[in-house]
């Protein structure tokens, strides 16, 4: 069963257009949302990351909504940029006391193409 | 400081053999995890390890895996004997606890994986 469903498998942007990625969980008890960005050959590397007490998060060109009552939270990458090229996962996880920071559901990917 | 570190990138084996996978996490991280991505799907927790000890293992597939992590350190996963639906990519990844290592508390390190194809 899997608990993340991320949408959509791949994604084309043209350079300067907005990236939006969508995850949708299951289980309530998540409370920790991260996104992790995979170059080829390399592994997947936190991007950004937001808890269920705030519905937004920025960091530079990448936004994280979250909306709590759908179970749902998105990537939004503005003015995307070629060397935004990669793998993209959503996570979910728990705020156990920290202990479980490291055990993650992840989201099957999604392959962002950004064209020049 | 350096990442996380596995080897080999590549393997390919026959069903039936055995292959094993090894994983230096960033030193000083008590955490280290498993995980695993067969094509196409998501990336699936296999188990978490603090220190030399298993703290959880619920995602190990079955009995033909068996991971250990001897001295609190590096840690190898072990697939004998191998079936075809064990291909995929094996990642490590490790984290420190709170002050420990540059990286801090909340962030989970991967390595680049080691892919596994049998035939």
């Known amino acids: 069963q899997q608990q993340v469903k991320q949408s959509p498998q791949s994604l084309i942007v043209q350079k300067g257009g907005i990236s939006i990625i969508n995850c949708a969980y299951e289980n309530t008890a998540f409370d920790y949302f991260p996104w992790y960005q995979q170059f080829p050959g390399k592994g997947p590397a936190l991007l950004i990351a937001i808890r269920p007490d705030v519905s937004e998060k920025k960091e530079g060109r990448f936004t994280i909504s979250f909306n709590k009552s759908a179970k749902q939270f998105s990537l939004h990458i503005m003015d995307s940029q070629p060397g935004d090229s990669a793998t993209y996962f959503c996570a979910a996880g728990f705020n156990a006391g920290g202990t479980s920071y490291g055990k993650l559901t992840f989201g099957q990917g999604t392959i962002l193409t950004v064209h020049p | 400081e350096a990442g996380v570190t596995q080897f080999p990138s590549h393997s390919v084996i026959e069903k039936g053999q055995t292959v094993t996978l090894r994983c230096d996490p960033i030193s000083g991280h008590d955490n280290l995890y498993w995980y695993r991505r067969v094509m196409g799907k998501e990336i699936k927790f296999l188990l978490h390890?603090?220190?030399?000890?298993?703290?959880?293992e619920s995602g190990m597939p079955n009995n033909r895996f068996l991971a250990e992590r001897t001295g609190g350190t590096y840690s190898t996963l072990k697939v004998q004997p191998a079936e075809l639906e064990d291909s995929g990519v094996y990642f490590c990844a490790s984290r420190g606890i709170r002050g420990q290592g540059a990286t801090g508390a909340n962030v989970l390190t991967f390595g680049a994986g080691s892919r596994l194809t049998v035939l």
């Open positions: 390890f603090v220190k030399e000890s298993k703290q959880d």
